[in-house]
């Protein structure tokens, strides 16, 4: 069975930073390409960074420069650093595969408010 556990997440200031981190279970994570998504309130939800099986990244405009995405294959987690936190960055967030799809984890809310 496929498990996914999303920590890191917080309030913090505009600015600020977070790292955010995803324990994958239940798959051959080694193979996978992961990705980080986000929903916010009365929103759907949306890829924010993704990064191949053998780490290559790539990211969306509105976290470009911003976010960074990497993972270590020996202990099966992948990781988001957040720099410069936006308002508007604030969402539950939640990892899955990018290619296929997994059921969601519990995600891991990140505000980000004054």
């Known amino acids: 069975q496929v498990h996914f556990v999303e920590s890191g997440g917080d309030l913090v200031q505009p600015g600020g930073s977070l790292r955010l981190s995803c324990a994958a279970s239940?798959?051959?994570?080694?193979?996978?390409?992961m990705g980080w998504y986000r929903q916010a309130p009365g929103k759907e939800r949306e890829l924010v960074a993704r990064i191949s099986s053998n780490g290559i990244p790539t990211y969306e405009d509105s976290v470009k420069g911003r976010f960074s995405i990497s993972r270590d294959n020996a202990k099966n987690t992948v990781f988001l650093e957040m720099n410069s936190l936006k308002i508007e960055d604030t969402a539950v967030y939640y990892c899955?595969?990018?290619?296929?799809?997994?059921?969601w984890g519990q995600g891991t809310q990140v505000t980000v408010s004054s």
């Open positions: 899955n595969g990018f290619y296929t799809l997994k059921p």
């Open positions: 239940g798959i051959i994570f080694n193979v996978y390409a």
